[in-house]
């Protein structure tokens, strides 16, 4: 307990998946947790969660592909809580199609925003604040960066963590200046409302089980505890470092 004691992080996604359960970790943690989420019916439930833990959390609801959003959530988090040390990129939109479904602007581009420009922001908005004291910045890649999953149309998906990927890499080197650290997490698959579709399809479950050395999915709590790492000062000489968290399926 109290890993993040005295620490405050903006954790985007929280009314889904991994950011929700990111956050409700570190809040579990002594985190001052600032969440968001576009969905705020979605993000009022890990409120209602948070509450009835009795965890210090807020949100503001909000679509981070709109920078001027963007800029809001920051300011607004380091108005309530006086600072930013950490930022955990969990909020995320794709659209998983074959090449020739993937209508180039309703679906292409609109993935690209949801799955990189919306890091891309959040990094940049929060980084004045980031730079203050220094802190920890978590993104998101995925294994199927580097691996495919038969059965998943993830085109624009491999394509869009490969650039988190390297962009994490680049940003950790500019962000060593000031102590500001950066590194992804390749998640394998994890059942959450974004991979409801695959989990719960029976005839290909057996498959994705199988593709993990582990045998089985992985949950949203099995990536919170590697971020939980990542936003401690357990972790303070880490950064530019890629960790697939995945059951063993990059290697399998
Ligand atoms: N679940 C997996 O198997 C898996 C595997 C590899 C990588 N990842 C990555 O992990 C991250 C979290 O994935 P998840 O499965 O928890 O996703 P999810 O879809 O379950 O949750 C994402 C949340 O982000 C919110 N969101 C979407 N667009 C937004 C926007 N424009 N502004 C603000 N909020 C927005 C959604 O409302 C949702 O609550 C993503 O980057 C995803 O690509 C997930």
């Known amino acids: 307990m109290d890993r993040l004691k005295n620490k405050v992080a903006v954790v985007t996604g929280i009314g ?3 950011g929700q359960g990111i956050a409700l970790m570190f809040a579990r943690e002594g985190a001052k947790v600032f969440g968001n989420d576009i969905n705020g019916k979605a993000a009022e439930a890990t409120m209602q969660q948070a509450k009835n833990e009795g965890l210090v ?3 503001l609801q909000g679509d981070l592909t709109d920078e001027a959003q963007v800029e809001t959530l920051m300011a607004k ?3 309530t809580f006086g600072k930013i040390d950490i930022l955990v990129n969990a909020a995320a939109f794709c659209d998983f199609k074959p090449i020739e479904e993937l209508d180039y602007e309703t679906s292409w581009k609109r993935s690209i925003k949801g799955e990189l420009d919306i890091v891309f922001l959040a990094c940049q908005k929060a980084w004045p604040y980031l730079k203050i004291n220094g802190g ?3 993104n998101f890649s995925s294994a199927n960066r580097r691996q495919v999953l038969k059965g998943s149309p993830a085109l624009v998906h491999c394509a869009t963590k490969g650039g988190v990927y390297s962009m994490s890499i680049q940003m950790a080197c500019e962000g060593g200046l000031f102590q500001i650290r950066v590194n992804t997490i390749s998640p394998g698959l994890v059942h959450t409302a974004a991979t409801n579709h695959l989990v719960e399809d029976l005839e290909i479950l057996p498959f994705l089980k199988e593709k993990h050395m582990l045998g089985r999915i992985g949950k949203p709590e099995d ?3 590697a971020a939980l790492f990542l936003a401690s000062d357990e972790s303070t000489w880490v950064t530019g470092a890629d960790f697939p968290i995945d059951g063993g399926a990059s290697k399998w």
Do not use: T
Request: without cysteine.
């Open 77 to 79: 988090a380091n108005e």
């Open 57 to 59: 959390m807020e949100y």
């Open 136 to 138: 920890s910045i978590i």
């Open 16 to 18: 889904a998946g991994i």
């Open 223 to 225: 990536i919170a505890y």
